[in-house]
């Protein structure tokens, strides 16, 4: 009997619901059923294990939040560890299949990401968007103005992040503040970033607030923007310098002036407001 069949019966309906939910290195996959499923359909097999998952109803329709998912797991579902601190720096995608146990062909049932997680008691909510609201978002738009629009290490930019790393061993962590060694000289660490790999081998970000530097041996005191987990003294980061997104910064500190997506010269005086030019 084909999937189909099975989703229409009222009989023969043995559903099952497996989730698949990925970040950067990590995948983990659960099944709402009451055991254990491994899907022998892809080489090589993968299990889905167990859990407690309210995934209510899966709605398909031309109104993008009614297509929206909640999702009800239990305080400790791994996912809902993710977000327990910080929201991750990367997207956590879901993709939901469904399937019967006679059929045994998962079918994509509903696909997109994990916006965030709330806790109350013993359960939490995972809030999901769907992939089609991310393809309805308005692209980024170049404006005539004096600032750079473009991202940082970002294709306008044309820098290449890898020329501009520092790696630094982390001294002391107070709160949201870390110390580390000698940066590079003449470059401005505000507005940057640093990177290090979890224990999942995932890529964690924080950027940096502000900066302070001391001492002999030169100490740097760097101020993140949201806490963090999973990193230690005596760990190794590394550390990217920011962008004033002018044009004193972009050539005097990254010599990169010719790829300046701004208009440094746009005429002060507004000439729309009835006062004279001269």
Same mark, same amino acid.
């Given at each position: 009997?084909?999937y189909?069949?099975?989703?229409?019966?009222?009989?023969?309906?043995?559903p099952?619901?497996?989730?698949?939910f990925?970040?950067?290195n990590?995948?983990?996959?659960?099944?709402?059923?009451?055991?254990d499923?491994?899907?022998?359909t892809v080489?090589?097999?993968?299990t889905?294990t167990?859990?407690?998952i309210?995934a209510?109803?899966?709605?398909a329709?031309?109104?993008?939040?009614?297509?929206?998912?909640k999702l009800?797991?239990?305080?400790?579902?791994?996912?809902?560890?993710?977000f327990?601190?910080?929201?991750?720096?990367?997207?956590?995608?879901?993709?939901?299949?469904?399937?019967?146990?006679?059929?045994?062909?998962?079918v994509?049932?509903?696909m997109?990401?994990?916006?965030?997680?709330?806790?109350s008691?013993?359960?939490?909510v995972?809030?999901?968007?769907?992939?089609?609201i991310?393809?309805?978002?308005?692209g980024?738009?170049?404006?005539?103005?004096?600032?750079?629009?473009?991202?940082?290490?970002?294709?306008g930019?044309?820098?290449?992040?890898?020329?501009?790393d !520092?790696s +630094?061993? $982390?001294?002391?962590i107070?709160?949201l #503040? %870390? &110390? =580390?060694?000698?940066l590079?000289a003449?470059?401005?660490?505000?507005?940057?970033?640093i990177e290090?790999?979890?224990?999942n081998?995932?890529?964690?970000?924080?950027?940096i607030?502000?900066?302070?530097?001391?001492?002999?041996?030169?100490?740097?005191?760097?101020?993140? !923007?949201? +806490?963090f $987990?999973?990193?230690?003294?005596?760990? #190794? %980061? &590394? =550390?990217?310098?920011?962008?004033?997104?002018?044009?004193?910064?972009?050539?005097d500190?990254?010599?990169?002036?010719?790829?300046?997506?701004?208009?440094?010269?746009?005429?002060?005086?507004?000439?729309?407001?009835?006062?004279?030019?001269?």
């Open positions: 009997m084909t189909a069949a099975q989703e229409t019966s009222i009989q023969d309906a043995n099952v619901e497996l989730f698949t990925t970040r950067d990590s995948t983990w996959n659960y099944t709402s059923a009451s055991a499923y491994t899907d022998t080489s090589p097999h993968v889905y167990s859990a407690s309210d209510g109803n899966v709605e329709s031309n109104e993008d939040l009614r297509n929206s998912l009800t797991v239990s305080r400790e579902f791994a996912i809902a560890e993710l327990r601190v910080a929201a991750p720096t990367d997207v956590v995608a879901v993709t939901i299949r469904r399937l019967h146990r006679d059929d045994g062909t998962p994509v049932a509903w997109g990401r994990v916006l965030s997680c709330t806790t008691g013993a359960e939490t995972i809030q999901c968007e769907p992939l089609t991310s393809l309805k978002r308005t980024l738009r170049q404006l005539y103005q004096r600032s750079c629009p473009h991202v940082l290490y970002g294709a930019c044309g820098l290449d992040k890898a020329d501009w !520092t +630094a061993t $982390v001294a002391t107070s709160g #503040t %870390i &110390t =580390v060694g000698a590079m003449g470059m401005s660490y505000g507005g940057g970033f290090w790999i979890d224990g081998g995932n890529t964690e970000r924080r950027f607030e502000s900066v302070s530097t001391s001492g002999s041996p030169e100490t740097n005191t760097l101020m993140l !923007t949201q +806490a $987990v999973g990193l230690a003294t005596s760990d #190794t %980061i &590394t =550390v990217y310098p920011g962008c004033a997104h002018n044009t004193t910064s972009c050539n500190e990254f010599s990169n002036i010719i790829n300046y997506g701004g208009w440094p010269y746009i005429p002060v005086k507004n000439i729309f407001v009835g006062n004279p030019v001269f």
